[in-house]
């Protein structure tokens, strides 16, 4: 379970909360469809592709690509404003159908590329993140 009650709040109902609460154990987990086996990314309610609405959480290793990336320069989040300039990464996961999903970049730019591979990493909670634990991604070629 997540520690704050922000984060309960926020996931209550939610087709994304085992992703966050697996998150909250380290692992990144990824719903697959019980029924045709299909990766959902983001996760929903019903398959997009057989409309089942069972998943399978599977555990998939954090390891991925960069599909895209941008750097933020715009608080859209007012309690990162000290971090401004940071880095969204789109990654695309080889073990999980090549679905994609959203991350920030943690540690150094150097290497940063479509293409790069990277690994993932689980934050803290904090009130960046709402209370809820981050997926971080490090390049793989600088010391990740
Ligand atoms: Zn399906």
């Not at 971090?83 to 789109?90: F, T």
């Amino acid at each position: 379970m997540l520690d704050t009650d922000e984060a309960e709040h926020l996931l209550r109902g939610a087709p994304d909360a085992p992703f966050w609460e697996a998150l909250a154990k380290d692992e990144l987990r990824v719903p697959r469809c019980a029924a045709c086996a299909g990766w959902v990314w983001p996760a929903r309610p019903a398959c997009p592709t057989c409309t089942s609405t069972t998943f399978d959480w599977t555990e998939v290793t954090p390891e991925g690509t960069v599909y895209s990336w941008t750097r933020v320069w715009y608080p859209f989040v007012a309690v990162r404003v000290d971090e401004l300039p940071y880095v969204v990464l789109v990654v695309e996961l080889p073990h999980a159908g090549r679905v994609r999903i959203l991350g920030t970049l943690h540690g150094d730019e150097a290497g940063l590329a479509i293409g790069a591979p990277v690994n993932g990493i689980v934050a803290a909670p904090s009130a960046a993140t709402y209370g809820l634990p981050a997926l971080q991604w490090l390049l793989a070629e600088a010391g990740g």
